[in-house]
Structure formats: structure tokens, C-alpha cells
């Protein structure tokens, strides 16, 4: 497939690692992931290594076409720690470090130091949160500064939650662009939005409900303006959990968990939730049904499009006396992100 480079931020999940190994090669070939280690708080910088480890091994096997790697929440009494486990798989595998305007000086530092170790390059992750700052301009600047004219360099501009309420991401996108393009001959450029947003109880009453694809619609706002650097800007998203999520600390051995669950699925033009359920007699027929909302909408692509929809057409057409094929978060959010990330592809693709 042809057509600019899908950036999906991506937490470093057995359901986003799996995901992206079970893609159809041609999808996968067309990703450059930016995975986000969660939050570690308290974790002992000498036991880090062990911990990033059980996270990030993983992500780098199946990133056989590169990526980034990044550790945004990184405490400032990891920051060494956190370089020196994350250079492993910068130096062995095919991910890039990550920095930041934002970040302190000694995360900069290790950061380009391991981009010249390595030799892969170096993500240059730049937040927008709301309006364009021109003060953000300067701070890169100084960062591009440290990096010296033999390390290549790929623009992450990321506009963080680009929801209905935010109707000026676009033209925030294009200031902080104009800004920011002419600081560095960058490698690549990808603009990242995140435009899911937090599905609540309340949303589903009826079993289902939508939002629209505001950062799709950022994208296309951008590269309407016929700009340069255009033509060669990539697409990202945060698949298909809110960018809240990736903040999200880890509870191991946590049970429970609500009772409901969602199903997501991706059309042109909106993001469609089905309300699922965890627990309770009533929760293979509720999911199967949840299922076959999503199939038997006029936007679905059918069981061939790809593993979600071959995932999300078993789980509608199984039988109530069964709950195999019924699965689970994990699995909610994998056939989620296979169809997401598969249909994305093929839109840039088409152009």
C-alpha cells in the first residue's frame, strides 16, 4: 500500500502488541507505532530494566518496520534508568528514543545521546495542547540545538484530545507546522490527534452510541492547504482508547472492573460504541448482539476487510449456548484496534 506513514500512539498493552502482530503484513508494512510506556510511580531505578522489560520487549518484536519509544510519564528519579532500558531496544531492535520541549534537561540528554548511539534517529515530540505558543518554538529550537547536524530528526506533533469541542485544532495544526517545519530538514512529520473520546455509562444507555472523527478531519483541514511540507505529512491517532488512557498506571493482579464493556468500530466519518458486558447471566447474548450492531450497519466492511471484522462477524454470528468468541477488554480492544488501524491504512492509501 501506498500513501504517508500511519503513526498510531500506542500503549506499550498485550492488546496493542497483539494487535499490531496480527495485521495483514501489507498494514503492518505502512505503521511506524509511537509506543508510550505507562506510568511506573515508585518504581526503584534499579529494578526499572527488569520492569520496562515485561512492556516494551514485546512492542519491539512486533515493530519489525520501526517505531519510537517513549516514556512521557517517567519520573525525574528514573530519568537515567529509564534511558538506560530503553536504549536496549533503540540499539537492538528498530525503535527510536523520544524527547521532548518539555522534558528536562537530563532526559534531552540521554535521549540524543542514545539517537547518536544508536544510529536510528530521534522523535521530537512536540505537545499542543490548545492554542499555538510561540515560546514552544523557541524551546525546540534549543533542543534541536543538542542534537548536532548528524542526527536525523522526526517531527511528532502531537495535538493530544482533538475532540468536537476543539473546532480550531486545525489551525492551531498549521500554526504550530509553520513554526515548526522550517526549524530542522526533518526526516518525517506526522500530525498526532487523539479522537476518541471517554465512553461513559451514561453514553450507552440506548446500547450504543457515536462521535465523530475530529482529528481525521484535523488532518484533512491541514493538508487541504496545499503547504510544502504537506505532501509528505503522516497521519496519527490513539487508535481507539482516549489519550487519557496511556496515563493510566498499571494494577497488577486488580480484579473486578466495571460491568460493561465496549466494542469499537471505525467509519469515514464517526467512531460507533456497542455496550458489552463483563459478568452476568445475560452477557453472551448482550455481546453477541453488541456484535451484530456493528455488522449489520450499512458502514461495515465485512468479514474479509480484516481480522476485527472477521473477529467482530464470529462474535455476532456464535451461538448463545456457547461464550467462546464472546471475549473480553482484552480482546475488545485488540478487534478494535485490527479493524482501526487496518482501515486507516487503506484510507490514506486511497488518498
Known amino acids: 500500500m501506498s500513501g504517508p506513514h500511519y503513526v498510531p500512539v500506542l500503549p506499550t498493552r498485550p492488546h496493542a502488541a497483539g494487535a499490531l502482530q496480527r495485521l495483514r503484513p501489507d498494514v503492518r508494512a505502512a505503521i511506524r507505532p509511537l509506543w508510550n510506556l505507562p506510568p511506573l510511580p515508585g518504581a526503584p531505578p534499579e529494578t526499572l530494566g527488569t520492569v520496562v522489560?515485561?512492556?516494551?520487549?514485546?512492542?519491539?518484536?512486533?515493530?519489525?518496520?520501526?517505531?519510537?519509544?517513549?516514556?512521557?510519564?517517567?519520573?525525574?528519579?528514573?530519568?537515567?534508568?529509564?534511558?538506560?532500558?530503553?536504549?536496549?531496544?533503540?540499539?537492538?531492535?528498530?525503535?527510536?528514543?523520544?524527547?521532548?520541549?518539555?522534558?528536562?534537561?537530563?532526559?534531552?540528554?540521554?535521549?540524543?545521546?542514545?539517537a547518536r548511539r544508536c544510529h536510528r534517529g530521534l522523535g521530537v515530540r512536540v505537545r499542543v495542547s490548545g492554542e499555538w505558543d510561540d515560546r514552544l518554538g523557541v524551546s525546540v529550537r534549543s533542543l534541536l540545538a543538542l542534537t548536532g547536524p548528524k542526527v536525523p530528526l522526526d517531527l511528532l506533533l502531537d495535538m493530544g484530545a482533538v475532540l468536537d469541542d476543539r473546532p480550531g485544532a486545525g489551525k492551531e495544526a498549521l500554526r504550530a507546522l509553520d513554526a515548526l517545519m522550517p526549524l530542522a530538514v526533518w526526516r518525517s512529520a506526522a500530525l498526532l490527534g487523539g479522537g476518541i473520546p471517554q465512553v461513559t455509562a451514561d453514553k450507552l444507555e440506548e446500547g450504543s452510541c457515536e462521535a465523530s472523527r475530529a482529528e481525521w478531519r484535523m488532518w484533512h483541514e491541514v493538508r487541504a492547504t496545499g503547504r510544502a511540507y504537506t505532501p509528505l505529512l503522516g497521519y496519527g491517532d490513539y487508535g481507539v482508547q482516549p489519550p487519557g488512557a496511556l496515563a493510566q498506571a498499571p494494577a497488577p493482579g486488580r480484579k473486578g472492573g466495571p460491568p460493561w464493556g465496549v466494542l469499537r468500530y471505525t467509519t469515514d466519518t464517526a467512531y460507533l460504541f456497542a455496550k458489552t458486558l463483563t459478568r452476568g447471566p445475560d452477557r453472551i447474548a448482550v455481546n453477541r448482539a453488541a456484535a451484530r450492531r456493528i455488522t449489520e450497519l450499512p458502514e461495515f466492511r465485512g468479514a474479509g476487510a480484516g481480522q476485527g471484522e472477521e473477529w467482530l462477524s464470529d462474535c455476532a454470528d456464535g451461538p448463545l449456548t456457547s461464550s467462546e468468541g464472546v471475549g473480553g477488554p482484552t480482546e475488545w480492544l485488540r478487534a478494535g484496534n485490527l479493524q482501526h488501524m487496518t482501515y486507516v491504512v487503506q484510507s490514506l492509501s486511497d488518498g
Do not use: K, M
Open 53 to 114: 522489560g515485561t512492556y516494551v520487549g514485546r512492542v519491539s518484536a512486533v515493530s519489525r518496520h520501526g517505531g519510537w519509544i517513549d516514556a512521557p510519564f517517567g519520573e525525574a528519579a528514573q530519568t537515567a534508568a529509564l534511558a538506560e532500558a530503553l536504549a536496549v531496544y533503540c540499539e537492538w531492535g528498530r525503535l527510536r528514543p523520544v524527547t521532548g520541549p518539555e522534558r528536562t534537561a537530563q532526559q534531552q540528554a540521554a535521549a540524543v545521546e542514545t
